[in-house]
């Protein structure tokens, strides 16, 4: 293990909460107990004589001392239905769901802050709350922005295709009816900054446990009138984040706090916090239909997708937008579509914001699709597997534009499947399972598969495609690294060191990749990005920089370009062994011994004087197809095994397998730890979590206590196996794979649960497959 990753697991991480300067406050929010309730009045007059309280900054001195929080997205002036609210980190008038921070005491200590905190006295007039979303479609329903006509902030429709010449084509036509409970993340790390105003240059200096300081940046220096140049973020280790950090509406209330006292303050947010106004995710509902041919063709799909978006999911999240590719990615790796028709709905609740968690999107419609091919493929008594092998795209058919515009790169999508059915003993496990049925038991298996977009860039929203890196020798013949890939525990350090090493020829250890920070251009991690946009920028920089550190070396040496080359760390020549240097000697030579002086003429008339190259990346996928948002599609196939208890609703994992191609693979480790812990999660969200909420807007489960995550304890063996097809639209042929385990473990669960439970004729209608609605199926499975 490198010591830059033994350094996390040693106790030797800095994280938010670990940063202390001279002075600092604290920084606590005081949440409403309601979710919908007009605010008669906040009094903080007692909680101000309390000695060691600073400030408390309420919503009414917000809307004075800030601009309303910017939207992360807008399709409105393309003409699309979508809403963005007019809203600020403290509620103003009324707030909307429970725990919706109403004060921000700014205190000596936090302790301090919280004893303040039951001395603020806030006079609430109740209001009906909306916490289903079926009901906040309704009309006459309560209004959670009472300047709307109702609830719904987002209401496209997608046609793609002919759909009306699918169904009448089609033999079958069977009804498809899926729901994933609400999620997310929860880090182990919650969200935290630290802010640090200095009066006298007008700056300020925050650190962060953020995915994008730079898009951090930008929105805290919109909410709080400042000019990007005067606010700076750096992030500190982060503690896990999977979409979950890509918001930092409570960051402004923490810069404005230290504004205001002219004081560092800090703020890291407690569990229960994370759990009430952390940003949620799935809890999405498809009703459809799909189009078949007898054979299992997949002629055309039709369907109605609803996305319970909380309070918003513009403002304080960013994953309205996410309805775009969870109905784009629906036809999944199959070609035979003729038409595809959804009615998307994005729709407001009193319920906590809905930002982005592992997936953001596509996996909704992977998912809502491979639950339909479970149907077809037990309607039509055709095992799963061929059903996908017989509408699978084929490898000669690369690039692929699908249906949806999407435009896939690369694939052998029945090698991936025919690997992972070898790994998982289907046929083995398919005896077994007639076997133990004899005896009474039921197991299940369960077939997935996904094609994961990756590395989008999107207009009208944050999320653009912006990157850039930095590479550079130092003076003293280090190698300084530096893009937009966050490290957020993923292992974005160790590959960003080994892929410049591989390009240099410059040894491991004289790599340093620089803190992330809002200094360097670029849109951060999320969407399975890191691999493509940062890295293309830093494979580009790290590229013309040895083109230019062997053009130094020649002229050094007296050698011509084309014979130097670099292993380790010298420059040697292919012609004659003797004449060799080291990475520091030529740093040496080039900044000062001779230094520019001693370049030749050419060099210096076109100011090559500098080891030190920026760059940047854009998608050549995007570029040549603007329907082609994302700019990789990485595949994958899961086989999952199941053992169903029908007397307790139990499930046992007896087996699981998963088979990747992510293209050229940058660092093996690193990519089967992103799918490891992915595909855990997933299985998490198949049996035991979920957020779950009272009808008058209550979170009933707001702890680690009771919303069931699985432990290592619960996670199954799984064995793995890889398949590279390179991308023909990246620099090194990589794909990005970070979301695409989630996907695939859910769905796969899913279905081998429903497997299991065939002789009951059950189909799962949605997920947590929790031991209580298992029994619940079963039993009105008998009673029927």
Not at 33 to 47: F, N
Not at 293 to 303: E, T, Y
Not at 764 to 772: G, I, L, M, W
Request: hydrophobic share 40%.
């Amino acid at each position: 293990m490198e010591e830059r990753e033994r350094r996390l697991v040693s106790g030797k991480g800095f994280y938010v909460d670990d940063i202390e300067l001279p002075n600092m406050a604290h920084c606590i929010f005081v949440g409403s107990p309601y979710a919908h309730a007009r605010i008669k009045s906040v009094d903080v007059s007692r909680a101000l004589r309390l000695n060691g309280v600073l400030a408390i900054i309420t919503g009414k001195e917000v809307a004075k001392l800030m601009d309303p929080l910017p939207a992360t997205s807008n399709y409105e002036a393309i003409g699309w239905h979508w809403r963005t609210p007019k809203v600020y980190p403290l509620a103003v008038d009324k707030v909307r769901f429970q725990g919706e921070p109403v004060a921000a005491i700014i205190a000596e200590h936090p302790y301090i802050a919280l004893d303040a905190a039951d001395l603020i006295d806030i006079e609430y007039e109740l209001l009906p709350p909306v916490s289903d979303v079926n009901e906040a479609m309704q009309p006459g329903s309560p209004l959670v922005y009472e300047e709307w006509e109702d609830n719904m902030q987002v209401h496209l429709e997608f046609n793609f295709g002919d759909i009306d010449a699918a169904f009448k084509e089609a033999d079958r036509i069977l009804r498809v009816s899926w729901h994933e409970g609400r999620v997310s993340g929860f880090p182990i790390e919650a969200r935290g900054c630290v802010a640090s105003y200095d009066r006298i240059t007008g700056m300020l200096n925050m650190w962060s446990s953020t995915q994008a300081p730079f898009l951090g940046r930008q929105y805290i220096s919109s909410a709080l009138r400042l000019p990007t140049n005067k606010v700076r973020i750096v992030v500190a280790d982060v503690g896990g984040a999977f979409g979950n950090k890509l918001n930092w509406w409570k960051d402004t209330v923490v810069g404005l706090g230290s504004i205001v006292t002219g004081r560092p303050v800090k703020w890291v947010e407690s569990k229960r916090e994370l759990f009430l106004t952390g940003s949620h995710n799935r809890d999405v509902t498809w009703e459809g239909e799909v189009a078949v041919k007898n054979d299992g063709s997949i002629l055309g799909v039709k369907a109605k997708f609803v996305k319970d978006l909380g309070v918003e999911g513009t403002n304080r999240g960013s994953a309205a937008m996410g309805i775009i590719p969870a109905c784009c990615s629906v036809p999944n790796a199959y070609r035979l579509f003729k038409g595809l028709k959804i009615e998307a709905c994005g729709v407001v609740t009193n319920k906590s914001p809905y930002c982005a968690y592992r997936g953001y999107g596509k996996d909704k419609g992977i998912k809502f699709m491979e639950r339909i091919m479970q149907i077809v493929s037990r309607e039509l008594n055709i095992e799963p597997e061929q059903i996908r092998l017989g509408n699978f795209i084929q490898p000669h058919q690369f690039p692929y534009k699908q249906i949806s515009g999407y435009v896939y790169d690369s694939g052998d999508y029945p090698a991936v499947l025919k690997k992972a059915l070898k790994l998982g003993k289907v046929d083995l496990w398919r005896e077994k399972q007639r076997q133990a049925r004899k005896q009474g038991k039921y197991i299940g298996v369960g077939v997935a598969f996904m094609v994961e977009p990756a590395g989008v860039a999107a207009p009208h929203c944050i999320y653009g495609g912006l990157t850039q890196a930095r590479v550079r020798i130092t003076s003293d013949g280090l190698v300084e690294v530096e893009n937009d890939q966050t490290e957020i525990g993923q292992g974005s350090t160790i590959t960003r060191t080994k892929v410049v090493a591989n390009i240099l020829g410059a040894k491991i250890d004289d790599i340093e990749v620089k803190r992330d920070s809002s200094d360097m251009p670029g849109s951060g991690v999320y969407s399975s990005r890191g691999a493509v946009y940062p890295t293309g920028a830093l494979i580009r920089a790290a590229r013309e920089l040895r083109v230019r550190m062997i053009k130094f070396a020649g002229h050094f040496l007296n050698e011509e370009p084309a014979h130097i080359d670099i292993t380790d760390g010298v420059f040697h020549s292919t012609k004659d062994p003797t004449k060799r240097m080291s990475l520091k000697e030529l740093a040496d030579c080039a900044y000062f011994r001779p230094g520019p002086r001693g370049l030749p003429h050419d060099m210096q008339v076109k100011h090559e004087i500098l080891l030190d190259v920026s760059a940047s990346w854009f998608s050549p996928n995007t570029a040549q197809n603007p329907t082609s948002t994302y700019a990789t599609y990485c595949s994958g196939a899961d086989i999952a095994v199941v053992e169903v208890d029908v007397e307790t609703g139990a499930v046992s994992i007896l087996k699981y397998a998963h088979v990747h191609d992510a293209g050229t693979l940058l660092d093996k480790d690193v990519v089967e730890g992103q799918i490891f812990g992915g595909i855990v999660q997933g299985i998490g969200e198949a049996l035991s979590e979920e957020l779950v909420y009272t009808r008058s807007g209550e979170l009933l489960n707001n702890s680690y206590t009771d919303y069931v995550m699985p432990t290592a304890q619960d996670s199954p063996d799984i064995v793995m196996g890889h398949i590279e097809t390179p991308s023909p639209f990246t620099e090194l042929g990589q794909k990005g794979i970070g979301e695409a385990p989630v996907i695939t473990s859910k769905a796969a669960i899913i279905n081998a649960i429903e497997d299991a439970l065939s002789p009951f004729n059950i189909r799962v209608p949605e997920s947590p497959a929790t031991r209580e609605r298992i029994r619940r199926w079963i039993l009105e499975s008998q009673e029927g």
